[in-house]
């Protein structure tokens, strides 16, 4: 991954090291994606990168929540039904 010109991208990775991966996602998903990295002007792979890094920290507070008991499988069935919406 490169991150070659963007100085968002020289700031949040630097000093890490990558790993390819590959996958299939919905096109709507990956417009979406894309989207989200345009507006603010990231590129691309270092915008998903990001991305994925603020996804992971939200995960791991939900199962925080859950797990300290603050957060019930309810509120999560709740939660995951509003962001459907």
């Not at 791991?60 to 300290?68: A, G, L, P, V």
């Not at 008991?69 to 459907?84: F, H, V």
Request: charged share 25%; glycine share 8%; with cysteine.
């Amino acid at each position: 991954m490169s991150n070659n010109g963007s100085a968002f991208g020289k700031g949040f990775f630097a000093n890490t090291k990558f790993v390819h991966i590959e996958m299939d996602m919905h096109e709507d998903l990956w417009e979406a994606l894309k989207t989200a990295c345009e507006e603010p002007g990231w590129e691309t792979l270092a915008g998903l990168s990001f991305i994925v890094a603020i996804g992971l920290i939200a995960v791991r507070e939900i199962q925080r929540r859950y797990q300290s008991g603050e957060q019930t499988s309810e509120d999560l069935q709740s939660s995951s039904e509003t962001s459907d919406s």
